[in-house]
């Protein structure tokens, strides 16, 4: 399994921005996708993740950021709006196959290899 994100740039604070990741080798329908982030000197934090049936989002991205999926494209993408300062990280995407725990970065099996996101003020 192969995922490939990209979207990532430098915006304006206030600005949006999509990012996408494109999965191939499995079957896409039926893996739980999420995406982190990992700000310069910090740990990886989780921004949001979905199934085929919800989603659900961290705190700090809660109202400002959208995940959606295309089973068709095999791709799920990170709608970001009203971006911050704060927000700016490497963004990863992730896949596994557990519903549950989608929050912690254990519960996914694939990560893909990070695309980084730069919100200037």
């Known amino acids: 399994v192969q995922l490939q994100a990209s979207g990532g740039g430098l915006v304006q604070a206030g600005d949006s921005l999509r990012l996408s990741c494109a999965v191939s080798g499995r079957t896409f329908s039926s893996v739980v996708m999420g995406w982190f982030r990992q700000a310069p000197g910090k740990g990886r934090e989780f921004v949001a993740a979905?199934?085929?049936?919800?989603?659900d989002y961290g705190d700090s991205v809660k109202g400002r950021f959208t995940i959606s999926r295309d089973n068709a494209k095999n791709t799920v993408y990170l709608q970001m709006n009203s971006l911050k300062p704060e927000d700016t990280a490497v963004y990863y995407c992730?896949?596994?196959?557990?519903?549950?725990?989608?929050?912690?970065?254990?519960?996914?099996?694939?990560w893909g290899q990070g695309t980084e996101v730069t919100v200037s003020i």
């Open positions: 992730a896949a596994g196959y557990r519903s549950s725990n989608y929050y912690l970065e254990k519960s996914y099996v694939y």
């Open positions: 979905i199934n085929n049936f919800d989603s």
